[in-house]
């Protein structure tokens, strides 16, 4: 019913005034959000004249969208089938499962080093003789230069996990998955992964009954070091309702290095193995001899979790990745500078793009959507083509749209990036409009009330999937 007003509200004529399809108009009055803080570009993705094109020039903040750039700009540079290597290399001898020398990790940068894929290589290390390691572990971090993140600078969130910064030997996203599971008592059951040596839970949560809701809005994690933090203790408190069922917390409580060194002690113990000296950070000394390592899935995998589920230190990690072709350690200024050689070489004008860590979570980064919009022309033209649609969320279907128009007729036939910060909502993607034609939209919206926006969006991709011919005059 909703939908068959939407159309219908759309097709009617609209005032000369009339800027933007009448629902969607209708639904930014809703949100008392003015016409000035939208930006819209919609047209076929063969190009011709827009058929919306609203303040389409003006640079805005894409929040998550920008990942659309960093993916597209890696896909077609470095090609769907890179990976990234972490190795592993000895000093000294190795002789009846003792190494006595130094274990060296050399990171490249791997967005997607997984518990189970870390496990892999250590187990290959004990398969290849290794159980005492009588020297330090080395973790070379070197391919990405050194940088101070503060974790809760964004916006005062220092254990959420999408706040994790990049990190050469980034393992597991450097986040604690913590499960909860009600239990008959006054607490449910909790537990994490990875095991981190000399880490325990203080469990404090309550199990409530009651609606599951914004649950973890309701769960702290607090950290408790000892004086010479040999041991920590991670104490959750907070309120868990019954009906929630099992559920995982991922919260990232440790820097990047304590948690990638309790990780591996914990995991090496548990492969019957022994470290006798630290875990600390430092280059690959030039006698290292390569003992063992392990490959990323290629980068056409890697971008569909970047893109379907917005992960932000995943996108980072890959934009430093494209700085990392001058062989001297990547940062962002590297980075950028990289997407806008590519962008060059491809004959791609980006004048309003300000890239700042290529996630969209940032306060600085800006692009036009008709900036935007001519990206996804080139890239629907580009051999990358599929792999770079469907890394996008399906919508209705999967990723970060799958909640969204489930009852539309438009489910299922859009691939789409949507994001958000507290200020801002926006989408861009591509439609397959009911006509059978596949049109492109990107909307930003930038306004205290964005958060009351999403009925503005979803309109704009109804009208767009409807295929209304209609066009609107352009508006600067």
Known sequence: MRLALAVLLGLIVAPACAVLPAPVLQALRAAEIPATSISVMVQSVDGGPARISHRAKVPMNPASVMKLVTTYAALDSLGPAYSWRTDALMTGRLA??????????????????????????????RARGVRDIRGDVITDRSAFASMRHDPGAFDNEPL??????????????????????????????????????????????????????????SLTAKVLPAADRSTLTLQITGRFARPCGERIWNIAPLPADEFFARALRAMWAELGGRITGRVRDGATPPNALPLAG???????????DINKYSNNVM?????LTLGNGAGTPADSTAADAAVRAWAARRGLALPSLIMDNGSGLSRSERLSAADMAALLRHAWASSVMPEFMSSMPVLSVDGTLRRRLRNSPASGQAHLKTGSLSDTRSIAGYVLDRNGQRVLMVAWLNHPNAGRAQPVLEALLEWVWAGNRQSFPVTE
């Open 294 to 304: 392990i490959d990323s899935p290629p980068l056409a995998q890697v971008i569909r």
């Open 315 to 319: 996108a980072r990690q890959l934009f």
């Open 96 to 125: 009846d499962g003792v190494l006595d020398g130094d274990l060296v990790l050399r990171g490249a940068g791997d967005p997607a080093l997984s518990i189970e894929q870390f496990w892999l290589l250590l187990r290959d290390l």
């Open 160 to 217: 959420a996990a999408y706040n994790v910064g990049p990190d050469a030997l980034l393992l597991a996203h450097n986040a604690l998955r913590v499960r909860l599971l009600p239990q008959a008592g006054g607490a449910p059951a909790l537990w994490a992964e990875p095991p981190l040596d000399g880490v325990q839970i203080d469990n404090r949560v309550q199990l409530v009954e009651g609606e599951c809701g914004d649950w973890k809005d």
